[in-house]
């Protein structure tokens, strides 16, 4: 996993065509701005989970971890 650090209003681009941009940090809440292409799909990891979970069999118990990146940093 990739940590970086961003103030308020820097932004960082994923490939060619995916920019995030700090838009506030307060307390422990950060906002984000993703401007991507259309047909690229954004979803929290949550609600991609249920996204995914509905691709599979129907007996499948859970969706692979390993489809998932996820993890928690603290702001200051």
């Known amino acids: ?5 961003r103030k308020c209003g820097e932004r960082l681009c994923i490939a060619d065509s995916i ?4 838009i506030s940090v307060q307390g422990g809440r950060v906002r984000l701005g993703i401007t991507a292409p259309a ?6 990891a949550e609600v991609q989970r249920r996204v995914d979970h509905k691709r ?7 969706v692979p971890s390993s489809l998932f990146v996820e993890g928690a ?4």
């Open 73 to 76: 940093t603290t702001c200051p």
């Open 1 to 5: 996993m990739l940590v970086l650090s």
């Open 56 to 62: 599979f069999a129907p007996g499948l118990a859970a």
């Open 19 to 22: 920019e995030v941009t700090v």
């Open 39 to 44: 047909e690229v799909s954004i979803h929290r």
